[in-house]
């Protein structure tokens, strides 16, 4: 067991004396630069969907809905059933159709009139247990479930059928209950509610004692009056009534007499309060039974399914469909139009698709979408496979008159999306049916998108409660000569983290089902957009979206006017886009978690071989600054940090410290330095060191086994160096690219052409040969790609171009590479700069070593400097977590000389501030990581907030470290691991 503390670790910052640590113990506060624990369990059927399947093969059954344009793929391993889409109806589809039949379950309830001999009249409840008086011009309904009684020609007397006039009375028209059971001493209440069209009266009795005239009932039209009337019963009766009396009381009206009735009641109560379990005697709602509807609850709730809350035609259509387009209208403002677009009955299509089976086994597929109002037409192809499917969208598919106002195409933008919410239909009151106000969200998808930007981050899908905005993030970063503007300006704040990977990946439950989606072609114009709740929609989702075209200002002055303008030609490019499901069960390559998707990603760029090494302990990168230009009275001057010399003193002391294990690069070596050093050329000056004095530092540390490299950006250029004119990018305004940063030295910068970029590589690399280095280091064009329409070398030309230029380096020199790009990995032997943060946007929820466990056994990875602000007992941890090794940039002399070159920014590099440093991070993270060389990294797992627990294989032996983040010791298999420490077990 190994602990930070218990090697005594000190920090040492630059021009600052040596710093040590308090350790407070309190509850460890996570922040989105951890990894939260795994979700919850996801509780799913292991259902297949209906109908019959298309396509099976050893791990999955595929179903195509042909209405909504989705695939479902049911998981044979897990029982987890995946669906390209949503699958929603429209929210006008629902409407439509439940107007229609809420229409028939209403009006079965608005007047049902009641004929007393009817044998059916036992058809509503309650009813049963009324009888009207013999005046036969009364009619009786229920209304809404409110009793009513209509009477006509109420008068002093009537004719009785026979020619006698007979005196009416009150009890010619009567409601009543009947087989009450009343006890004596026994305190009662009545109540009901009542209403009437005109000025009445009427009268209560309860069995043979009790009385009530109720004098004057008020005009009330549609409210109800409530009534109540309280009594002691004073004998005991077994079969009394409750009665209402309707008939004639001396207030003979001239007019239809209409009077309802509700909610009657007989309580009994002891003083005020209803008598529990005993409380009801009667109770008279006259509602119509359900059983006895013509239209029942049960079928209008069929029809009047929830609506999904804030889903549009067009974004129900886009979370349904396989593939929608993003388009420019006339005003180059972009609109979605989706291949399962509403199509209203009685009006022309919008959209047609049409699934057509290739492979006469179901295998293969082709989606065939016309757009007609967009004149956009395109054809995908689709794949089943063993691990999932490919998707292929090939240029020359698309067409049509409206193809250049193509913006992007989106490929299953909703799959597996978690989240939503719905407005649910209101029948409780079937008097009173309508959609609810009220929002009901569906069941959490416990789960995650993994975004691979920086080291790799996690977006949970989790209820946000505010309006956030998507994250959109290019691969391999920013185009800027296919930005909006060809120029742009240096800014104060640390630069955005990029996708280096081009991919995305979505866990649904604790790696129980996921899937991981990446592009192997049209990734130069990929964007990953995630959108989280409440975004515009209750879900969270995740995309690719694979660029066409966009607006740019045109400048047609060096005043600035000018225009919004779209490209005058498309970019070109076909899309393949593997989709491959992970099926949670611990088989090699196939946990459902962020690290299932890094171990299949790391399979695709690599295979199954692994890198081996016959080092023991780790390697250290120490790069070194030796100079760059400043302004002098005429022109610029070396400002030297490093010579060889120095360099060779460095060295010299760190091994005699112990630490052998050591690869360098040299900055600013060249004549110039860094800002002002020529990449066409190896031009050595005699204040930095001559060709002689690197030719002997790198071949006496050969011999003790020390790699120095000479280090060089491929990328940025200035005028101090050369004419931008052919050399540098253009941008699609027919500009230059530019960067303006401001700077005493340097106004702006500009992108070195592709084609440039790797002829000076090619041509500088071939010279620095004869000082028989054994690596290369390159930077710049590494992690840039840039078109340039100077020679119509568009991003996909580029790409390939650059990758043919990187294969024609010599193979037995080792590649130290800058944050390289995916399309360049299978040549690098050492990973610069690893991030081990994301850009931390607001809807990112975790940090993860994603990249870090993709490259994990192929490549040496470094992290950042530690130098800078890289060294505290948390950074050390995190080293020996993300399984990265240390780096550090030097210089000889103080940092401080450099305040007037644009290398200004490594602020603190003196070695002699270092040099404890050096050695005790390096046998820190040594001590843990020495046990995973040539040990391939499976899993992570966060077993509390704040304790990791990484597992190495290699072959049938396994090596776990465990890292403790917080300030308490954590018990692990019987072992302590201390406060911030770790454990190899």
Not at 278 to 298: L, N, S
Not at 344 to 350: I, R
Not at 591 to 602: C, N, P, Q, S, T
Request: net charge negative.
């Amino acid at each position: 067991m190994y602990s930070l503390k218990s090697h005594g670790f000190k920090l040492l910052i630059a021009i600052m004396a040596i710093a040590s640590f308090m350790s407070v113990r309190g509850v460890y506060v996570t922040t989105p630069r951890d990894t939260a624990p795994a979700p919850d369990v996801l509780v799913y059927l292991d259902e297949e969907p209906g109908g019959q399947a298309v396509y099976e093969n050893t791990n999955f059954k595929y179903w195509i809905d042909e209405e909504r344009d989705i695939i479902h793929v049911y998981d044979k391993r897990n029982g987890y059933t995946w669906k390209t889409g949503l699958d929603i109806p429209f929210n006008s589809v629902i409407k439509d159709a439940c107007k229609d039949i809420e229409g028939d379950f209403e009006d079965q309830f608005k007047a049902v009139e009641i004929d007393t001999e009817d044998p059916l009249l036992d058809k509503y409840e309650e009813i049963f247990t009324t009888k009207i008086g013999p005046l036969e011009n009364a009619d009786l309904f229920t209304y809404s479930g409110v009793l009513e009684v209509r009477s006509r020609d109420l008068a002093a007397e009537y004719d009785d059928g026979a020619g006698n006039m007979t005196p009416a009375t009150k009890e010619d028209l009567q409601i009543y209950f009947e087989g009450l059971e009343l006890v004596a001493g026994t305190t009662y209440q009545v109540s009901y509610q009542i209403n009437s069209n005109g000025v009445r009266d009427f009268e209560l009795m309860v069995g043979s004692e009790y009385a009530e005239v109720i004098t004057s009932l008020a005009q009330t039209n549609s409210d109800m009056i409530e009534v109540t009337y309280t009594f002691t019963q004073s004998i005991t009766e077994n079969d009394a009534q409750l009665l209402f009396n309707f008939g004639y009381f001396d207030t003979s009206v001239d007019m239809d007499v209409r009077f309802r009735i509700d909610n009657v009641k007989i309580e009994e109560i002891d003083g005020t309060v209803v008598v529990p379990d005993t409380d009801q005697i009667v109770v008279g709602h006259f509602d119509i039974p359900e059983e006895k509807y013509d239209v029942t609850v049960d079928e209008l709730l069929e029809v009047c399914i929830p609506l999904e809350e804030r889903m549009n035609e067009t974004y129900t259509a886009f979370a349904n469909s396989l593939v929608s387009i993003e388009y420019f209208n006339s005003k180059n403002s972009p609109f979605y139009a989706s291949s399962g677009m509403f199509n209203e009955e009685g009006k022309a299509e919008v959209v047609q698709s049409n699934f057509g089976m290739i492979e006469d086994d179901g295998s293969e597929w082709v989606l065939e979408v016309n757009f007609i109002d967009q004149e956009i037409e395109l054809k995908l192809y689709i794949s089943f496979t063993e691990s999932g499917i490919e998707y292929d969208l090939y240029n020359d598919d698309i067409t049509g008159a409206g193809t250049e106002y193509l913006a992007g195409v989106i490929i299953a933008p909703f799959q597996g999306a978690g989240g939503g919410a719905k407005e649910a239909y209101d029948a409780s009151n079937v008097y009173d049916i309508e959609w609810s106000d009220e929002i009901v969200f569906n069941d959490p998808i416990p789960g995650y998108v993994l975004v691979p930007e920086g080291s790799g981050t996690l977006v949970r899908f989790n209820d946000y409660n505010i309006k956030l905005n998507k994250l959109r993030i290019d691969t391999y970063g920013m185009n800027p000569t296919q930005n909006y503007f060809f120029r742009s300006a240096s800014s104060e704040f640390i630069p955005f983290k990029t996708l280096s990977l081009p991919l995305f990946g979505i866990s649904h439950g604790n790696n129980q089902a996921g899937f991981v989606a990446y592009a192997t072609s049209g990734d130069e114009y990929m964007t990953l957009e995630i959108w989280p709740e409440e975004h515009i929609t209750y879900y969270t989702n995740a995309f690719a979206r694979f660029n066409y075209n966009a607006t740019y200002f045109q400048i047609y002055n060096r005043a600035g006017e000018g225009n919004l303008q779209l490209q005058d030609e498309r970019n070109n490019f076909d899309i393949h886009l593997v989709y491959e499901y992970l099926d949670g069960t611990s088989t090699e390559g196939e946990r459902a978690d962020y690290v299932g998707m890094a171990l299949k990603y790391r399979e695709y760029l690599f295979g199954e071989e692994h890198a081996t090494y016959d080092y023991e302990d780790i390697p250290i990168r120490l790069d070194f600054l030796m100079s760059d230009s400043e302004k002098s009275l005429i022109g610029f001057q070396n400002q030297v940090t490093t010579t060889t010399d120095g360099v060779d003193r460095i060295l010299d002391d760190i091994l005699d410290k112990g630490i052998t294990n050591i690869n360098s690069g040299l900055l600013g070596w060249n004549d110039g330095g860094i800002s002002l050093g020529d990449p066409r050329d190896t031009d050595f000056s005699s204040d930095i060191g001559r060709k002689r004095d690197f030719e002997d530092l790198i071949d006496n540390y050969q011999d003790l086994g020390v790699d120095i490299s000479l280090s060089q950006n491929y990328f940025l250029i200035n005028e101090e160096i050369m004419r931008y004119q052919g050399n540098a990018a253009k941008h699609t305004t027919g500009w230059y690219a530019t960067k303006f940063i401001w700077d005493y030295n340097l106004e702006q910068i500009y992108y070195a052409s592709p084609k440039k970029s790797i002829e000076w590589m090619l041509d500088q690399t071939d010279e620095i040969d004869d000082l028989g280095v054994d690596s290369y280091t390159v930077d710049g064009i590494t992690n840039n790609l840039i078109s340039d329409f100077n020679i119509d070398m568009w991003r996909n030309d580029a790409k390939e171009y650059i990758v043919n230029g990187f294969s024609k380096l010599d193979s037995d020199v080792l590649l130290n590479a800058y944050q390289p790009n995916a399309y360049l990995l299978e040549y690098v032997d050492r990973y610069l700069q690893a991030p081990v943060y994301g850009t931390q946007y607001l809807i990112e929820t975790d940090t993860v070593p994603f990249l870090q466990l993709v490259l994990q056994g192929q490549m040496e990875v470094y992290g950042p400097y530690a130098n800078f602000s890289f060294y505290t007992e948390a950074d050390m941890l995190r080293m020996i977590d993300y399984n990265v090794y240390p780096s550090f940039v030097l210089t000889e002399q103080p940092a401080y000389l450099l305040t007037d070159t644009l290398s200004r920014n490594f602020y603190s590099t003196e070695y002699t501030l270092y040099e404890e440093l050096i050695q005790e991070l390096y046998t820190e993270v040594n001590d843990a990581l020495r046990y995973t060389i040539n040990y391939s990294w499976v899993n992570r797992e966060v077993i509390i907030p704040g304790v990791i627990v990484n597992t190495y294989e290699n072959g049938t032996n396994t090596v776990q470290i465990i890292i403790n983040y917080t300030e308490d010791p954590f018990e692990y298999n019987g072992e302590t691991v201390e406060p911030v420490s770790y454990m190899v077990d």
